[in-house]
Nanobody, 124 residues
C-alpha cells in the first residue's frame, strides 16, 4: 500500500490546516488509517485514526476538540482538519495504514504496515 500526504504548511497560532492522505495499492475491505506526528526523542505520537468504512474515530488527548479526522472510502482518502493550531503542534505529520481494525492499538506506530513520506506543519 502506498500513501501520499498533502496539505502541510505554515500558519499562525490559532489558525487551521487540512492534511489529506490518498492510499493506493492492494486495499481490500475495511482498514485503519491513522495520522501520527514526530515527537522529539520519542516514537511517533498517534494523533487520530479512523476505521475506514465505519464511523469510528480515535483521537489523542492533545488534539481532542481541535482536530477532526474524516474519510472518503470511495476515494481511499483520509483527511485531518486541524483547528486552533498552536506552536507545540509544529512537527512532521505522517499518514499510516493498517489492513484491519483500529482498536486499542491505533496509537502505536508499530501497528501500521505502511507509511507516507510525511508533511511538515509549522505554527509560528
Amino acid at each position: 500500500v502506498q500513501l501520499v500526504e498533502s496539505g502541510g504548511g505554515s500558519v499562525q497560532p490559532g489558525g487551521s490546516l487540512r492534511l489529506s492522505c490518498v492510499a493506493s495499492g492492494d486495499i481490500f475491505g475495511r482498514y485503519c488509517m491513522g495520522w501520527f506526528r514526530q515527537v522529539p526523542d520519542r516514537e511517533r505520537e498517534g494523533v487520530a485514526a479512523t476505521y475506514v468504512g465505519s464511523k469510528l474515530a480515535y483521537y489523542g488527548d492533545s488534539v481532542k476538540g481541535r482536530f477532526t479526522i474524516s474519510q472518503d472510502n470511495a476515494e481511499k482518502t483520509v483527511s485531518l482538519q486541524m483547528n486552533r493550531l498552536q506552536p507545540e503542534d509544529t512537527t512532521m505529520y505522517y499518514c499510516a495504514y493498517h489492513g484491519g481494525g483500529c482498536g486499542s492499538l491505533w496509537g502505536s506506530d508499530g501497528y501500521f504496515e505502511s507509511w507516507g513520506q510525511g508533511t511538515q506543519v509549522t505554527v509560528s
